[in-house]
């Protein structure tokens, strides 16, 4: 993509610069609409308050969404970011995975952040942090950002960016009794 002072081309194709959202904005789009489809489960007998995105950078297109599975799959490494790329590479069949962009509601964990790694992605953008989570079930409490810094491959790691809105997934009702239930919850 090439911007200038015109507009935006994108492929031979002139575009006025209101059609295509800043990264910010994008951004911001893209984690409103993950919040609002992860709080969906917070309805249901198994709430989970993280869900990731995997996004075509360029166009903004959603490739899809995933919710975490933990609990309903007895998998331990069923993470929404680890199936978010296991799904992705299913579908398109490829690797890496780059000219994508993973969204997700909270800060990836050193196991989804090596996934997001190993999958080559560009970006990932998160909300709610490791250690507001650590408020409510165990974590392995290495920022993302480190984990991505000690790598051979790149990813940008952009966040935290609509935190409240995220950690509100966290302390919902519904999702504060699930968390008395989960193995892995805070014991203090």
Not at 54 to 79: C, F, W
Not at 137 to 156: L, Y
């Amino acid at each position: 993509m090439l911007v200038s002072g015109m507009g935006v081309r994108v492929i031979g194709k002139k575009i006025s610069p209101k059609a295509v959202p800043e990264p910010i904005d994008r951004d911001r789009q893209k984690m409103q609409a993950l919040a609002a489809f992860t709080a969906r489960s917070l309805g249901t007998s198994t709430p989970r308050p993280f869900g990731a995105a995997i996004v075509h950078s360029q166009s903004g297109k959603v490739l899809l969404r995933a919710l975490n599975r933990v609990a309903q799959e007895h998998d331990p490494t069923s993470h929404a970011e680890v199936r978010a790329v296991r799904l992705a590479t299913r579908r398109l069949r490829q690797l890496p995975l780059a000219g994508f962009t993973l969204y997700t509601t909270c800060e990836p964990c050193p196991m989804c952040m090596s996934a997001i790694l190993w999958a080559g992605l560009d970006r990932v953008v998160y909300s709610a942090t490791i250690e507001d989570a650590n408020r409510h079930c165990n974590q392995i409490r290495i920022p993302a950002t480190e984990v991505a810094s000690r790598s051979d491959m790149s990813c940008t790691v952009s966040g935290p960016l609509l935190r409240e809105e995220c950690y509100g997934l966290f302390t919902h009702p519904n999702m504060l009794r699930a968390f008395r239930s989960w193995s892995t919850r805070k014991r203090t």
